[in-house]
């Protein structure tokens, strides 16, 4: 009985250290941006240019953003900006991931002290 709470316990404890490390290795909040980045073929509308006979521009670089179902908005990506768009990116996804597990640790922690107060 006695060893069993301890576990539960020090269980519990390695889940609140885990969160800790979660939240502390959170990239730059900052620094993020939603969104994915795909290659287009642009027309860039002079008369007489090459892409107005089919022969579009590019690859140029443009980030992709979900609004809702069936609504996107974006914008165009300079080369320059691009490494800089690409670890947004990757941190926006590296807040979500560890938001998730934060979030699950959370859950558990929860339902274990539900379990508690039940007996
Ligand atoms: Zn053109």
Redesign the pocket.
Known sequence: MTERRGLTRLAALALQQRRQGLARQLPPVGETLRGSLMERY?????PG????RG???GPVCYLSVTLGPGRTTGGLVADEQLQRVRRWIANYQQVKDHLEKISEINRELLRRERQKTKR
Not at 42 to 46: E, F, L
Not at 49 to 52: A, D, E, F, T
């Open positions: 642009m027309v860039c509308g002079k240019c090459k892409c107005s022969e579009r521009h």
